[in-house]
């Protein structure tokens, strides 16, 4: 019976060397730094997609109509009923 002890104390010693190994060697690691993430809406405009070709493109430049965002006006919808096609700038 007193074996069973003296087993289960070496072990517990050697789990816990190992442990302080492993301890001390992750201590000594140096931290990497955290990592910026993009700031967005600081500097960097949001990405869009044109609703039409599928293009991304920053919403600055982007075309915003009834929601959605086209990369130029002729990716634009044509609406119904306004039956002019020119171009009107
Ligand atoms: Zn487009």
Do not use: N
Not at 34 to 61: F, K
């Amino acid at each position: 019976m007193a074996r069973i002890f003296l087993l289960l104390a070496i072990v517990l010693g050697i789990l816990w060397w190992l442990r302080d190994r492993a301890g001390t060697r992750h201590h000594a690691e140096p931290k990497s730094p955290p990592r910026r993430t993009a700031a967005e809406g600081e500097g960097t405009e949001p990405m869009v997609q044109c609703a039409h070709c599928g293009v991304h493109l920053p919403r600055g430049d982007a075309i915003a109509w009834h929601g959605l965002h086209y990369c130029r006006r002729s990716h634009l919808p044509e609406m119904p009923g306004e039956g002019d096609h020119g171009a009107r700038s």
